[in-house]
């Protein structure tokens, strides 16, 4: 097993004394050199994810690959609890997670210890069929689709079939009721329900042996049981009764199978649509590009083949291939399947784009900067599968019901049965009201409550710019009661601009500029962007600079042209050995900081220098946003690293409950904790990098616009457009999930708990009691598809 994290022989140690603890380790050897483990342990104590989870507890990590299939087959949850016990059995994976509702297996497994060809074979051998998802292409992806399609087109024609068989049945028993004696024969009605029973009712029979020959139970174990024991006591009532006297139970077996049948292509479709997103999201993804080839022109190109560098071209209403920057041309781009913004952004030389996006009406040539699984859209991809495939805290209780509740209803069944007997009512009436319980209850329905919620919600979020990571996050975000924004770029625009550059007396304004403005050059910061672009617009040549550094929070420092330059607040002068401001210039700094603008100091050879203060515009949805938050009875919290006066402007303009100003980035993450420590649910909204400590401190971390690396792989739930009134919306979504998994479990339960007595009853018949089992599970999906309908516009309207 390979380890990561060692760097000495004391970590080797503590590795091989944390494995050797293990109850069923025979041997351990921990290689420093490797940075490996060899283990002999005993399997039936013992597990390779155990042992994995075992190393993380000691400090240190073990590499794993992820691999995922498309599992075939299974009819409830019962089978994707059989093949994730198959799977997690397999040497060398920690993880196995299958999802019922989108019939999919996630595994992760230590690198070298399983190939898709084993994986397949251990699926198989639990009695389904699987295909890889593993490097697939569009092209696959449209493969899959269609094949999922095919299989819907043949179920169809299975159930045309089906109905046709069952319908002389079935209205022979209306014609009964209505007064009408005619009815079919005997044999006649036996040739109508055996193709039904034996080949449409195929699937449940194969599902039921494969269930069984596993030791396990599923629905199709029901299913079979039920019809076979119906069908098989009309052919014994023909056997011994005589014509006309004899009770037929054809119509049941072959209604219940019809019934069954079309519920589950009802549920096929409802679950597809609850899972539309993923696929919308992979239809974004072009297949061929216009590359451009100096002196040859355009060449048509396959998407594999581009890297990045190379220049493509977009006509008008063509999807953009790649991510990448606009070097000639502008346009309008439609970006609403990517980011949720519904009007077209405007995109000019430049400026950044992402593939998927719609150009409008002009041309575009665009320098590759990513390709393939880096891409937003394809980060976005895989962000909002892994949130599908991924279990609710509640699922594992519903797992483990769900594991004993087919051999609960057979032995429920069996007591119908002998409790009929000895009442009286005869073999017939038992062996019917017994069936009746066997077809009535629906595993299905609890299986489905919780992940077909789940991928409908996420769906849902992912169309409207929100991307959920994992349940995790969706779990903690409707118990949110405390909100923290940063300011910069979150509640403000995040590109300030210059208002006034005051030069101290006896300091050349212009020169000040110019020092100032060559050192900023090798910052990143948005404010140090501003000030270099205001003395580009005025011409004003760079110097070069030496011994650049940044103090995080506080400022900079470097030489230019000789002179010592310091740059930031009045801590870091204070710092540099720099007197104290003169009272003049403290008042003005306060009044211009008082008015919301940030005010940067400027030091030359250790004397004041003057400075220069900036403005960053307020967000025109951010006091909405907060509005918003406030009738939720959520508080809201500014963090920022401007002086005290910026934040309480702010805070005041925007309505927050209070802004804290010179707080330093790794300030954040403790007052996140502190925050946290007086009983408060924290969500932290920032921009992901600067702020993922305490992103990763919060309950719940929501990183805004852009979906950087980090902010993915910081933050809980990803924004990804720069508008603050998508924290409530993520709130609200979240909500709106938990009380459809809460609602889904609920009727699921309930179902079972109110069907099973009254078919027992004998209440039910058995041809009702399959109908009512087939739409048990087609209304706890079509109850998950209603949060399609949920957008961030109608959630606004107060729809």
């Known amino acids: 097993m390979p380890v990561d994290g060692m760097t000495c022989a004391n970590c080797a140690g503590r590795v091989e004394k944390a494995i050797a603890g293990l109850d069923g380790v025979a041997e351990v050897d921990v290689n420093l050199a490797l940075n490996s483990a060899h283990i002999r342990f005993d399997t039936d104590k013992l597990d390779t994810a155990r042992i994995a989870a075992t190393i993380k507890d000691a400090g240190y990590s073990v590499p794993q690959q992820q691999l995922s299939f498309d599992v075939d087959g299974m009819t409830c949850a019962n089978c994707a609890l059989r093949v994730e016990k198959a799977l997690a059995a397999m040497p060398g994976v920690t993880s196995a997670s299958v999802n019922f509702a989108l019939e999919r297996a996630d595994i992760e497994v230590l690198p070298g210890k399983a190939n898709d060809a084993a994986v397949i074979k251990a699926i198989e051998d639990a009695g389904y069929h699987a295909t890889s998802r593993n490097k697939s292409s569009g092209a696959d992806q449209d493969a899959d689709g269609k094949s999922a399609s095919g299989k819907l087109d043949k179920s169809l024609v299975l159930l045309a079939v089906s ?92 209604a219940i199978i019809t019934l069954i049948l079309a519920g589950k292509i009802m549920e096929e479709r409802a679950k597809r649509g609850a899972s539309a997103a993923i696929r919308e999201l992979m239809a974004l993804r072009p297949r061929r590009a216009r590359k451009l080839v100096e002196g040859e022109g355009e060449q048509d190109v396959a998407i594999e083949s581009l890297t990045v560098g190379d220049i493509v071209r977009v006509l008008p209403g063509e999807r953009l291939p790649v991510d990448g920057t606009v070097v000639a041309g502008e346009s309008e781009l439609d970006e609403s399947l990517i980011t949720g913004e519904t009007r077209p952004v405007a995109r000019v030389a430049g400026d950044g784009v992402v593939g998927g996006a719609v150009n409008g009406t002009g041309r575009l040539d665009i320098e590759v900067r990513a390709v393939g699984d880096d891409t937003t859209l394809s980060r976005i991809i895989r962000l909002v ?14 797992d483990r019901v769900s594991s004993v509740f087919v051999p609960i209803v057979v032995v429920i069944a069996l007591a119908t049965l002998i409790v009929w007997l000895l009442m009286g009512y005869g073999a017939e009436a038992s062996i019917v009201a017994a069936v009746s319980v066997l077809v009535i209850a629906c595993p299905c329905a609890l299986g489905l409550a919780t992940p077909t919620a789940l991928v409908a919600g996420t769906g849902s979020a992912a169309r409207n710019g929100i991307l ?187 309505g927050l409950e209070r802004g804290e100003g010179r707080i330093r980035p790794q300030d954040k993450a403790l007052e996140v904790e502190k925050l946290r420590k007086q009983g408060r649910r924290v969500a932290m909204v920032g921009d992901g990098i600067n702020d993922a400590p305490a992103l990763a401190a919060a309950d719940v971390g929501i990183a805004m616009g852009g979906g950087t690396d980090v902010a993915m792989e910081t933050a809980g739930i990803t924004l990804m457009r720069s508008d603050p009134a998508l924290v409530s919306a993520a709130i609200d979504i979240s909500i709106a999930t938990r009380r459809k998994i809460a609602q889904n479990l609920f009727w699921a339960f309930a179902y079972n708990v109110v ?30 598809l209603t949060l399609r309908r949920w957008n961030v516009r109608r959630q606004k309207s107060g729809e």
Not at 757 to 782: E, F, Y
């Open 163 to 254: 109905a046709l068989l069952t319908a002389p049945l079935v209205l022979q028993m209306v014609w009964m009721n209505l007064g009408v004696t005619y009815h079919l024969s005997a044999w006649v009605e036996l040739a109508l329900a055996t193709p039904v029973q034996f080949v449409i009712g195929h699937r449940f029979y194969k599902g039921a042996w494969a269930a069984l020959r596993h030791r396990s139970a599923n629905m199709d174990v029901l299913v079979a049981l039920g019809t076979s024991a119906a069908y098989f006591l009309s052919v014994y009532n023909m056997a011994v009764g005589q014509p006309g006297e004899m009770h037929l139970y054809f119509e049941a077996s072959a």
């Open 385 to 398: 599968e892994k949130a599908q495939t991924g279990k609710a805290p509640v699922q594992k209780l519903v």
């Open 468 to 654: 959920i990571r994992n349940f995790e996050a969706l779990e903690q975000a409707h118990n949110v009661d405390t909100v923290i924004f940063d300011k910069t770029g979150t509640l403000t625009e995040g590109t300030p601009t210059v208002r006034d550059v005051c030069a101290a007396d006896g300091m050349d304004r212009n020169e000040m500029l110019r020092l100032v403005a060559g050192v900023q050059a090798a910052s990143e910061h948005p404010l140090a962007r501003a000030i270099v672009s205001l003395a580009k617009d005025e011409n004003i040549v760079l110097p070069e600079i030496e011994d650049f550094k940044g103090k995080t929070g506080a400022g900079v420092l470097a030489k230019v042209d000789g002179h010592a330059v310091a740059i930031g607040t009045e801590a870091l002068l204070t710092d540099q050995g720099i007197q104290s401001l003169s009272d003049k210039v403290a008042t003005e700094i306060k009044q211009h900081e008082s008015e919301g603008r940030t005010v940067v100091l400027v030091a030359i050879d250790g004397a004041f220098a003057g400075y220069i203060t900036l403005e960053d515009r307020i967000r025109e949805s951010a006091k909405q946003a907060i509005a918003d938050l406030k009738a939720r009875g959520i508080s809201s919290i500014m963090l920022s690293g401007d002086s005290q006066d910026v934040a309480s402007h702010v805070a005041r303009e925007l």
């Open 755 to 784: 069907g099973v007595p009254l078919a027992a009853l004998g209440v039910l018949s058995p041809a009702i009691a399959g109908a009512a089992m087939a739409l048990s599970s087609v209304s706890v999906v079509g109850n998950s």
